[in-house]
C-alpha cells in the first residue's frame, strides 16, 4: 500500500495511484522489483528512527501500531511530494524545485518529527527530570554495540547514497567519497566537542556525530565539493550537539539522541543543497 502511494502514477502531485497490494501489480520488470526492494529499507529507516527516541517506555504493540501508520501513511505521502512517481508525473514539491537526493528530510526529517511528537506524548524515562536537579544520566547500555551498529549504519549508507543514483555510473565514487567525508567530519567534531565540553571523549557525541554528518549530506551527496561535504558534516555534528542540550533544557527524553541526529541534521543537510549544491 505504501509503496503505491509513494510510487505509483500521480495524482496531481500528491499521492500515487497505482502499484497497490502484492507485488502481481510490478510484474517482472527487473528494475522495478530491485527499485521496490530498496526503497522498502527507506522506509524500514523512517520508521526505526523512532524506536530509540522512545527507548525504555513504549509498549511494543503500540510501536508496532506506529511503525505501520508511518509506513503505510506519513511517508509515503511526503515521500510523493518530494520523489514523485516511479510512471510519470512529480510530486509537488519535486516540481517546484525541492532536492533531496537520498532522503535528509524524506526519510530523516519524517522520522525525527515523528518521534518528537511520540516523545513529547510518553514523556521521559521515570527518574530522567528529578525535580529542581539537573537532567539524570541514565548510561548506554553496551557502548560496543553501540558503536558497532553505528558502523553497520555507515556501511549501508554507501548503499543507500551510492544507490540513489539508481545507476553504476561516473556520479557514483563522488557520492561515495562525499559520504565518507561527512561521516569522519561528524565523528571527529562530535569527538572534540565532547572533549572540550565534558574534559573526557564522550562516546555518544561520536557516535551520533558519525550518524548526524552522514544524515546532512544524504540529501546534496551528489551536489557538493568535498570540502563542502565536509564542512556539512562538521555542521551537522554541532547542531546535534545543540539540540540534544535544547530538549534536555526543556525536559524532552530522546533516549538515544535520534532527534538531534536525523530531524536536526536532516533540517540542516537539505538547507545545505541550497546554500552550497550544484
Same mark, same amino acid.
Given at each position: 500500500?505504501?509503496?503505491?502511494?509513494?510510487?505509483?502514477?500521480?495524482?496531481?502531485? =500528491?499521492?500515487?495511484?497505482?502499484?497497490?497490494?502484492?507485488?502481481?501489480?510490478?510484474?517482472?520488470? $527487473?528494475?522495478?522489483? *530491485?527499485?521496490?526492494?530498496?526503497?522498502?529499507?527507506?522506509?524500514?529507516?523512517?520508521?526505526?528512527?523512532?524506536?530509540?527516541?522512545?527507548?525504555?517506555?513504549?509498549?511494543?504493540?503500540?510501536?508496532?501500531?506506529?511503525?505501520?501508520?508511518?509506513?503505510?501513511?506519513?511517508? $509515503?505521502?511526503?515521500?510523493?511530494?518530494?520523489?514523485?512517481?516511479?510512471? #510519470?508525473?512529480?510530486? =509537488?514539491?519535486?516540481?517546484?524545485?525541492?532536492?533531496?537526493?537520498?532522503? #535528509?528530510?524524506?526519510?530523516?526529517?519524517?522520522?525525527?518529527?515523528?518521534?518528537?511528537?511520540?516523545?513529547?506524548?510518553?514523556? @521521559?524515562? #521515570?527518574?530522567?527530570? +528529578? $525535580?529542581?536537579? +539537573? @537532567?539524570?544520566?541514565? +548510561?548506554?547500555?553496551?557502548? +560496543?554495540?553501540?558503536?558497532?551498529?553505528?558502523?553497520?549504519?555507515?556501511?549501508? =549508507?554507501?548503499?543507500?547514497?551510492?544507490? #540513489?543514483?539508481?545507476?553504476?555510473?561516473?556520479?557514483? @565514487?563522488?557520492?561515495?567519497?562525499?559520504?565518507?567525508?561527512?561521516?569522519?567530519?561528524?565523528?571527529?567534531?562530535?569527538?572534540?566537542?565532547?572533549?572540550? =565540553?565534558?574534559?573526557?571523549?564522550?562516546?555518544?557525541?561520536?557516535?551520533?556525530?558519525?550518524? *548526524?554528518?552522514?544524515?546532512?549530506?544524504?540529501?546534496?551527496?551528489?551536489?557538493?565539493?568535498?570540502?563542502?561535504?565536509?564542512?556539512?558534516?562538521?555542521?551537522?555534528?554541532?547542531?546535534?550537539?545543540?539540540?540534544?542540550?535544547?530538549?534536555?533544557?526543556?525536559?524532552?527524553?530522546?533516549?538515544?539522541?535520534?532527534?538531534?541526529?536525523?530531524?536536526?541534521?536532516?533540517?540542516?543537510?537539505?538547507?545545505?543543497?541550497?546554500?552550497?549544491?550544484?
Amino acid at each position: 500500500v505504501g509503496f503505491g502511494l509513494m510510487f505509483g502514477q500521480s495524482q496531481g502531485g =500528491w499521492i500515487g495511484a497505482t502499484l497497490f497490494g502484492a507485488f502481481d501489480q510490478i510484474g517482472h520488470e $527487473p528494475a522495478l522489483l *530491485a527499485f521496490a526492494l530498496f526503497q522498502i529499507m527507506f522506509c524500514a529507516t523512517a520508521a526505526t528512527i523512532v524506536s530509540g527516541a522512545v527507548a525504555e517506555r513504549m509498549r511494543f504493540g503500540a510501536y508496532l501500531a506506529l511503525s505501520a501508520v508511518v509506513s503505510v501513511l506519513i511517508y $509515503p505521502v511526503f515521500g510523493h511530494w518530494a520523489w514523485g512517481s516511479w510512471h #510519470s508525473g512529480e510530486g =509537488w514539491l519535486r516540481t517546484l524545485g525541492f532536492v533531496d537526493f537520498a532522503g #535528509s528530510t524524506v526519510v530523516h526529517s519524517v522520522g525525527g518529527w515523528i518521534a518528537l511528537v511520540a516523545v513529547a506524548m510518553i514523556g @521521559p524515562r #521515570s527518574g530522567r527530570f +528529578p $525535580p529542581d536537579q +539537573p @537532567p539524570a544520566v541514565i +548510561p548506554a547500555g553496551n557502548l +560496543p554495540m553501540a558503536m558497532l551498529g553505528a558502523l553497520l549504519l555507515f556501511f549501508g =549508507w554507501l548503499g543507500f547514497n551510492g544507490g #540513489s543514483t539508481f545507476a553504476l555510473n561516473e556520479t557514483v @565514487p563522488g557520492i561515495l567519497v562525499n559520504t565518507t567525508l561527512a561521516a569522519t567530519a561528524g565523528c571527529a567534531t562530535g569527538l572534540v566537542i565532547g572533549r572540550v =565540553w565534558h574534559g573526557y571523549y564522550e562516546t555518544l557525541y561520536l557516535i551520533n556525530g558519525l550518524i *548526524a554528518g552522514l544524515v546532512a549530506v544524504t540529501a546534496g551527496a551528489h551536489a557538493l565539493s568535498h570540502l563542502q561535504a565536509l564542512l556539512t558534516g562538521a555542521v551537522g555534528a554541532l547542531l546535534m550537539v545543540w539540540a540534544n542540550g535544547w530538549l534536555l533544557r526543556r525536559r524532552i527524553d530522546d533516549a538515544v539522541g535520534a532527534i538531534p541526529a536525523h530531524l536536526v541534521a536532516g533540517i540542516w543537510g537539505t538547507l545545505a543543497v541550497g546554500l552550497f549544491g550544484d
